[in-house]
């Protein structure tokens, strides 16, 4: 059996990957996430309140992993995971996997170079950080929280000074309260993914993508991801960073996903998560390209690991390459029409549509990585003919050709 400790979002895919080889799964959810919990109708679900009860009632099962199923379930996982004697990370390197000061800490002990970072409580904190360092842009954003929440590129110290207000003692995506505020040097280049799968400490890198991220209204936004078949030497520099990065933070088991930019002074980390990718995995894009998607590269690492291990002597290579559209609205509203949808079926490459909004409701999370707005798949062998179908629905999103409201005439 196999214990998923709080499977929303990607979790969801994460468990269908492991029922669909026949594997029993029980579903363990935080209590903070019991709405969760109420709506899951699998056959063994669980809310955990106490570790130690949570561990005396597993020790009677006959659990093969605990295994994160979303952000949410980074640190219980670890915790039962080492308690219970089964696969995982490093336990004293728990906290840096999940709160990004301590993760860029963790990589300084180790030498592996990092973005200049700070946390800050105050405003006075801010503004002493602020003239040590002396110059702009900075990035503001929650200490804890994923998605792009609450992340503000500020250009000066006012615009800083007030990215701190707007997110400090505020409620962030992962249901805490903003105690304290991280204060980061704005990286500049070209950002990567690097997803990968761990069997003992060793890393089997999965996917790699080159992200467009647009500054819109002073936060990031992401547009697209395009995987990359082949590494260039700047490329495979990242992947070993990433590698090193991997071992700063104690990763040894299952699936990560981590951020990258590659500046002028080399690849430096935006942030690692122990987890699946997010926050859509259609496992049949990733299949159409790589003959695998990254949940069912977990699954075959704890279900078949002796198949797993031999892809280590296979070299990194992708016989085709899959586009990932984070499908914008120009502006907020309530859904008339989704008239863009005509057109992205009709392009070049065009695979498969997840999450569109509902016509007649509300968009929203218009900045944020979580997909609410719809996220669009290409697959295609010519890297150039996928990059002009981008173009024509980014576009599209940007003329307000996409999505049509209710007050639009």
């Avoid at 009860?53 to 640190?75: C, F, H, M, N, Q």
């Avoid at 308690?83 to 990004?100: F, M, N, S, T, W």
């Avoid at 995506?173 to 040097?185: C, K």
């Avoid at 040894?252 to 942030?271: D, K, Q, S």
Wanted: charged share 25%; net charge negative.
């Amino acid at each position: 059996m196999f214990i998923l400790v709080d499977p929303v979002s990607t979790g969801v895919a994460l468990t269908e990957a492991f029922r669909e080889e026949g594997a029993e799964c029980l579903h363990l959810y935080n209590a903070s996430l019991r709405h969760a919990y109420d709506a899951d109708t699998s056959s063994r679900t669980m809310v955990h309140e106490d570790l130690a009860k949570s561990v005396e009632l597993l020790r009677d099962l006959p659990v093969t992993a605990v295994i994160a199923a979303s952000e949410y379930g980074v640190l219980l996982a670890d915790e039962l995971a080492v308690a219970l004697g089964l696969p995982h990370h490093r336990p004293e390197l728990a906290a840096a996997r999940r709160d990004k000061k301590l993760m860029v800490r963790a990589l300084e002990r180790s030498g592996v170079p990092a973005a200049r970072t700070a946390s800050v409580r105050t405003e006075d904190e801010l503004g002493r950080v602020l003239t040590d360092w002396g110059s702009y842009p900075v990035m503001v954003k929650p200490r804890n929280s994923a998605g792009s929440d609450g992340c503000v590129i500020s250009p000066d110290r006012d615009t800083a000074i007030q990215a701190f207000r707007d997110i400090v003692g505020r409620r962030n995506l992962m249901e805490e309260v903003n105690e304290e505020v991280l204060v980061q040097q704005f990286l500049t280049g070209t950002q990567y993914i690097v997803n990968t799968v761990s069997l003992e400490g060793r890393h089997l890198v999965s996917d790699v993508y080159v992200e467009r991220i647009d500054h819109v209204d002073g936060a990031p936004v992401l547009r697209h991801i395009l995987s990359r078949p082949l590494l260039d030497p700047a490329e495979a520099e990242v992947v070993d960073y990433v590698l090193e990065c991997l071992d700063a933070l104690g990763i040894r088991e299952g699936a990560a996903h981590t951020e990258v930019m590659l500046t002028p002074a080399g690849p430096r980390l935006v942030e690692v998560n122990s987890r699946v990718m997010g926050p859509s995995l259609a496992p049949d894009p990733y299949h159409a390209a790589f003959g695998y998607s990254h949940q069912h590269l977990v699954v075959e690492r704890f279900l078949r690991p002796e198949d797993f291990a031999r892809r280590f002597e296979l070299p990194y290579a992708g016989a085709r390459i899959v586009a990932k559209i984070f499908l914008r609205p120009h502006r907020p509203g309530t859904v008339r029409s989704i008239d863009g949808a005509r057109v992205l079926r009709r392009l070049p490459g065009f695979h498969s549509i997840d999450r569109l909004p509902v016509v007649g409701e509300a968009v929203k999370d218009r900045y944020l990585t979580t997909g609410s707005c719809g996220i669009a798949y290409l697959v295609h062998e010519d890297e150039q003919l996928l990059r002009h179908s981008l173009g024509v629905i980014h576009a599209l999103e940007d003329t307000g050709g996409f999505y049509q409201f209710d007050d639009e005439h």
